[in-house]
T-cell receptor
Framework: DVKVTQSSRYLVKRTGEKVFLECVQDMDHENMFWYRQDPGLGLRLIYFSYDVKMKEKGDIPEGYSVSREKKERFSLILESASTNQTSMYLC????????????FGSGTQLSVL | QKEVEQNSGPLSVPEGAIASLNCTYS??????FFWYRQYSGKSPELIMF????GDKEDGRFTAQLNKASQYVSLLIRDSQPSDSATYLC????????????FGQGTTLQVKP
């Protein structure tokens, strides 16, 4: 089974803190994604990566950055957390040639106070 | 206009009935369409996809696509309480980045 592991299930941070959300997949997938999910707004793509060292902005990249130094790991960074970044963050990966076949991690519920 | 529109529901059906979940999309260039199911408190999982106009059946699930009307639907026959979940419609965008565009989802409740 594909396993996408997110480092924390729940996280509470203060406004202005730098926040790292880690995601690791064990299926040698090239493609990795970060989404946030908010009630009434659905799943929104923040950043994605189709290869190591490669990153592309999604639909809502403002306030976020990412790092992909190794194929299996994709990190989301909130440079200076704000209350409007309180959300459920979902990492996903997909196999080569099947970018749409997403395997999601269990999510990180981030609260910024 | 939203890129992908779904009625948020909840859609309530009795056990054994047919549940019909509908989705419209704005990108005329979309060629592939995906349905993800998300149980409460869990992450989405892919359950169906369709590329061609018409119907595609997989067990109790049927995906229907009408590209001219920019309309895709998911039918669940013999609905079970275990089908209670939120169903996300996701066309694949026509840009070369190949991104899925998720709708907000329709919450289905199957009552015993």
């Amino acid at each position: 089974d594909v396993k996408v592991t997110q480092s924390s299930r729940y996280l509470v941070k203060r406004t202005g803190e730098k926040v790292f959300l880690e995601c690791v997949q064990d299926m040698d997938h090239e493609n990795m994604f970060w989404y946030r999910q908010d009630p009434g707004l659905g799943l929104r793509l923040i950043y994605f990566s189709y290869d190591v060292k490669m990153k592309e902005k999604g639909d809502i990249p403002e306030g976020y950055s990412v790092s992909r130094e190794k194929k299996e790991r994709f990190s989301l960074i909130l440079e200076s957390a704000s209350t409007n970044q309180t959300s459920m963050y979902l990492c996903a990966s997909s196999p080569p040639g099947r970018r749409e076949k997403l395997f999601f991690g269990s999510g990180t519920q981030l609260s910024v106070l | 206009q939203k890129e992908v529109e779904q009625n948020s529901g909840p859609l309530s059906v009795p056990e054994g009935a047919i549940a019909s979940l509908n989705c419209t999309y704005s990108d005329r260039g979309s060629q592939s369409f995906f349905w993800y199911r998300q149980y409460s408190g869990k992450s989405p999982e892919l359950i169906m996809f369709i590329y061609s106009n018409g119907d595609k059946e997989d067990g109790r699930f049927t995906a229907q696509l009408n590209k001219a009307s920019q309309y895709v639907s998911l039918l669940i026959r013999d609905s079970q309480p275990s089908d209670s979940a939120t169903y996300l419609c996701a066309p694949l965008g026509s840009s070369n980045t190949g991104k899925l565009i998720f709708g907000q989802g329709t919450t289905l409740q199957v009552k015993p």
